[in-house]
């Protein structure tokens, strides 16, 4: 399967400011994914980064909080905007290799402490 | 709507000992069925799926998972527990019965924790 890794592995930030987190696999892959996992809490799914087009968000996550970026197969970019105390979770990126993969692939997360 | 259950937040077993982690899973088609491990400060890593065919399957680090349609299950067990399994575990489904863009639903998580 595809290697992936993310950036930052982990970072503390201020509340107000932006981070933005970049996943990069090492080959080219259908799907790309951005989950966020609470602090206790099991994986939640923010959305489906699109290469080529916007993504396509889950109920409760909207583009102006995470806008995301899909400029090619083999990298995506989450940003959390105007971050609060309440973002502060891990954030998984996951892959798809190709078209009818059932298994998806996570890389090693990044670890968000807002204060 | 499809939905993963885990109904154990901690399993605790001596080291040596066989292991089960709980899962049961609900979805209208026919499911794909996961298990997923996470170790501290680390992501989440694939151990095995059931798609079609055999009702037991293997995966890494010795262990197996056996579906059982009929008490919509998929318990991940081992033969004989480590220390290095002490980890986060999370089962998690597919329902086919949606487009092949459906979602992975991951369950709340079990915390292994394995005694010397």
């Known amino acids: 399967s595809a290697v992936i890794s993310q950036k930052p592995s982990r970072d503390i930030c201020q509340r107000g400011t932006s981070l933005t987190i970049q996943c990069q696999v090492d080959?080219?892959?259908?799907?790309m994914f951005w989950y966020r996992q609470q602090p206790g809490q099991s994986l939640t799914l923010i959305a489906t980064?699109?290469?080529?087009?916007?993504?396509?968000?889950e109920s409760g996550f909207v583009i102006d909080k995470f806008p995301i970026s899909r400029p090619n197969l083999t990298f995506s970019t989450l940003t959390v905007s105007n971050m609060s105390p309440e973002d502060s979770s891990i954030y998984l990126c996951?892959?798809?290799?190709?078209?009818?993969?059932?298994?998806?692939?996570f890389g090693p997360g990044t670890r968000l402490l807002v204060l | 709507a499809q939905s993963v259950a885990q109904p154990e937040d901690q399993v605790n077993v001596a080291e040596g000992n066989p292991l089960t982690v709980k899962c049961t899973y609900s979805?209208?088609?026919?499911?794909?069925l996961f298990w997923y491990v996470q170790y501290p400060n680390r992501g989440l890593q694939f151990l095995l799926k059931?798609?079609?065919?055999?009702?037991l399957v293997k995966g890494s680090y010795g262990f197996e998972a056996e579906f059982n349609k009929s008490q919509t299950s998929f318990h991940l067990k081992k033969p004989s527990a480590l220390v290095s399994d002490s980890a986060l575990y999370f089962c998690?489904?597919?329902?086919?019965?949606?487009?092949?863009?459906?979602?992975?639903?991951f369950g709340s998580g079990t915390r292994l924790s394995i005694r010397p």
């Open positions: 996951s892959v798809e290799n190709f078209i009818g993969e059932e298994t998806q692939y």
């Open positions: 080959s080219q892959v259908t799907m």
């Open positions: 980064a699109n290469q080529g087009s916007e993504a396509t968000y």
């Open positions: 979805v209208s088609g026919n499911p794909y």
């Open positions: 059931y798609i079609t065919g055999d009702n």
């Open positions: 998690a489904v597919r329902d086919t019965g949606y487009s092949s863009a459906s979602k992975i639903i």
